[in-house]
């Protein structure tokens, strides 16, 4: 098994892909300290009554849709990368116990994406405060230890992304496919959800994947939503869940196909 | 030693592979031949592992492929050229084959010399021709070492010299005494490498036969030409031959060497203009044998 770990983790590294997920990473911090120097900025500008109710988002919360997009599509492309080229067929020719590979694959994506998520979480936290400094501009004013649920909920999000990608790639099998799914599941079925009606609204967004974070922080989800219906217990369940299934998924029809 | 048993593989209604039974024996290269979409690299996948039989079953070295531990050792394949990420390197792409099964970088590297690529084993694979992309196949083929090789249509795409150094490689890997299966749709190439031959259409058998013994099969007799063509006939037919007269004037003899058709004329004191041996070529042999299981044929009016 360490052999086929070690063979995964060097097809993560020798792409080009990689570099470009690491690329934008990297581009999420930078965004979100730019973010944070111009909205000091405006708190500096601003008379004392506005900056008593200034409130900026943090910038490790608004650009985490970065992070999870790019990791997401890191995990997508760990698998299906494999049926483009035809690769699959070399990888299960030299590894046929299937499971062992998809096994690997998750946790070379599981582990870097986790490493990524949690590091640009705490890189940009930290670096925000260090560069609001003495500000009150409405995302630094929590005390640290209040604030690590929801930190280490969001870098967890990036990896969960990650392996819901792998999975729905290793199930689907096609890069276009699985990014869109990954993408719906992301960005365009939480806000749909949003427009149901009370109470289901709250109920279904509350197993959305975009609201987990909050509700494991025990936050409420949104201002018009309010509370979620998880625990946060229950939401870091249902986190689990949500990367276990599609793996699941994907790994019975891998074994199942031909390839 | 590879063992076909019985193999049958469908997909919804289409029978790709039709009871198959044939075994490909270490030492020699054993070619497998069949026109497109006979079923030829269904067949390899079953033996690989990769595709699932419907029925009966394949044996690599007495086991199933699925239950060999680290089956580099034992057996490599080229499958299709293309399958590398291309924007790896060989020498990357070679790794990350090597890894899973526990084979050191120092044999990759002996390998990619092995196949001529040492010298681009870092340049992306994506820029590699199809020769080179065919090449990179074989090194992963080669990189266990194994003793039962298998090549879906290795010389598809190189240039003669890369098909004589395929030819050579396929015979000394035989000679070292391993199980060599070469596929192909083209006979011709089968001629200069091949042993044995399995060849098969529609999914079905029609022959398992020595090359040697193919070819005596289809022996077509001699071709003579004579300005006394009936007298030399009616000597002929008594000695036995039989004689068919060819639209040309020539007659072509059945059931008697040159060298005696010769001799008989020549105490006769009849000329003899052409005495040529007909074999059939293995390409015409082939052609007859599949004549009737070709899926994709041109029309002919």
């Not at chain 1, 990791?71 to 299937?98: D, F, H, K, M, Q």
């Not at chain 2, 008594?238 to 007269?245: D, E, F, K, L, P």
Request: charged share 15%; with cysteine; glycine share 12%.
């Amino acid at each position: 098994m360490t052999g086929i770990l070690a063979a995964e983790w060097l097809k993560i590294r020798s792409v080009a892909s990689t570099q470009h997920v690491v690329g934008a990473v990297i581009g999420a911090f930078v965004v979100g300290i730019v973010w944070v120097f111009y909205a000091g900025s405006v708190w500096d500008d601003a008379t004392p009554e506005r900056q008593a109710v200034f409130r900026a988002a943090s910038p490790e919360e608004g650009f985490l849709p970065i992070v999870q997009v790019a990791l997401g599509v890191l995990g997508v492309l760990a698998i299906t990368s494999e049926y483009a080229t035809g690769l699959i067929r070399a990888t299960l020719v030299a590894v046929p116990r299937r499971p062992a590979v998809i096994a690997a694959k998750a946790a070379v994506v599981g582990a870097f994406s986790l490493a990524a998520g949690q590091g640009v979480v705490f890189a940009s936290f930290f670096a925000g405060r260090l560069v609001a400094g003495d500000r009150t501009m409405g995302f630094n004013v929590a005390p640290v230890a209040g604030e690590l649920p929801r930190l280490f909920a969001s870098g967890l999000s990036v990896m969960v992304i990650a392996l819901v990608g792998l999975g729905l790639g290793a199930a689907v099998r096609s890069t276009a496919g699985a990014l869109v799914s990954v993408v719906a599941l992301l960005f365009v079925l939480p806000p749909v959800t949003g427009l149901l009606p009370a109470p289901w609204n709250t109920w279904v967004s509350s197993v959305m994947l975009s609201n987990l974070v909050s509700q494991i922080a025990g936050e409420d989800m949104s201002f018009r939503l309010g509370d979620g219906a998880l625990s946060p217990a229950g939401a870091l369940v249902a986190m689990a869940l949500y990367a276990a299934v599609p793996l699941a998924a994907g790994t019975l029809l891998i074994i199942k196909r031909d390839v | 030693m590879i063992e076909v048993h019985e193999l049958s593989k469908r997909y919804g209604e289409t029978v790709a592979v039709d009871a198959l039974t044939f075994q490909v024996k270490p030492g020699h290269v054993t070619g497998f031949l069949g026109p497109n979409g006979a079923g030829k690299s269904t067949t390899m996948r079953a033996v690989l592992g990769l595709d699932a039989p419907t029925s009966g079953e394949a044996l690599v070295n007495g086991m199933r492929y699925a239950d060999i531990r680290h089956p580099m050792h034992q057996v490599g394949a080229l499958l299709d050229a293309g399958a590398a990420h291309g924007g790896r390197s060989a020498l990357n792409h070679l790794r990350c084959l090597a890894l899973t099964n526990g084979i050191g970088s120092d044999r990759v590297a002996a390998v990619l010399e092995e196949v001529g690529l040492a010298g681009v084993a870092r340049k992306p694979v994506g820029a590699f021709s199809l020769g080179m992309r065919q090449r990179l196949g074989i090194a992963a083929a080669l990189l266990g070492d194994p003793g039962v090789l298998l090549f879906d249509e290795p010389v598809n795409g190189l240039d003669p010299d890369g098909i004589r150094w395929i030819r050579e490689l396929m015979r000394r890997l035989a000679g070292e005494g391993r199980t060599v299966l070469l596929s192909s749709h083209l006979m011709s190439e089968m001629a200069l490498t091949a042993d044995h031959l399995v060849i098969i259409g529609r999914g079905r058998l029609i022959a398992d036969t020595s090359v040697r013994a193919l070819t005596d099969r289809y022996q077509r007799g001699v071709l003579v030409r004579s300005p006394r063509a009936a007298e030399l006939t009616g000597l002929l037919e008594r000695a036995g031959a039989s004689v068919t007269a060819e639209p040309d004037g020539a007659l072509s003899v059945k059931g008697m060497e040159v060298a005696a058709i010769g001799d008989l004329a020549a105490r006769h004191g009849i000329p003899i203009h052409e005495a040529t041996p007909r074999t059939a070529s293995l390409e015409e042999a082939y052609m007859e044998l599949t004549a009737g299981s070709l899926d994709y044929r041109a029309g002919v009016r």
